[in-house]
């Protein structure tokens, strides 16, 4: 029998992060058996996040579903989460006639390891990162 979240986009992780310093936290391993596709994430900020920029994926720099190689292009600057459950999402376009190499979707396979890179730290200490995504059978 399929697992409760095979095949269906949900939330899979929902992890504190420090912005208040620069350092890699993980978000997911990806299970045994499975493949997952991210949809989205989304911060809520526990105060504070201006001058903070961070990206998220799994390479060496942990920029390639967020960040200089994923679908922002660039680092993802914080600046305008400024108070208390200020929030972001961050997601792929839904669709474009000619995506961008940098605008496609990722597939991770089992035991790879999604991390948040905070590359820039100058926000609260505690802020919420929901993962969502989709896993499938390997």
């Known amino acids: 029998m399929a697992d409760l979240l095979e095949n269906v986009d949900g ?58 190689n994923g679908i ?20 792929p376009a839904t669709f474009v006639a000619t995506p961008a190499a940098n605008n496609v979707l990722q597939r991770y396979t089992a035991g790879e390891v999604i991390k948040i890179d905070v590359v820039a730290g100058n926000g609260n200490a505690s802020n919420d990162v929901y993962l969502y995504g989709t896993l499938q059978a390997a």
Do not use: H
């Not at 922002?72 to 997601?91: F, R, V, Y």
């Open 11 to 68: 939330i899979l992780s929902v992890t504190d992060v420090d912005f208040s310093g620069t350092g890699q936290t993980i978000l997911y391993t990806v299970p045994v058996g499975k493949t997952l596709v991210i949809t989205k994430v989304i911060i809520v900020v526990g105060g504070d996040a201006a001058e903070t920029d961070i990206t998220i994926g799994v390479t060496a720099t942990w920029d390639n579903w967020a960040g200089a």
């Open 72 to 91: 922002a292009g660039a680092d993802i600057a914080l600046d305008n989460l400024d108070a208390a459950k200020d929030m972001i999402e961050i997601s």
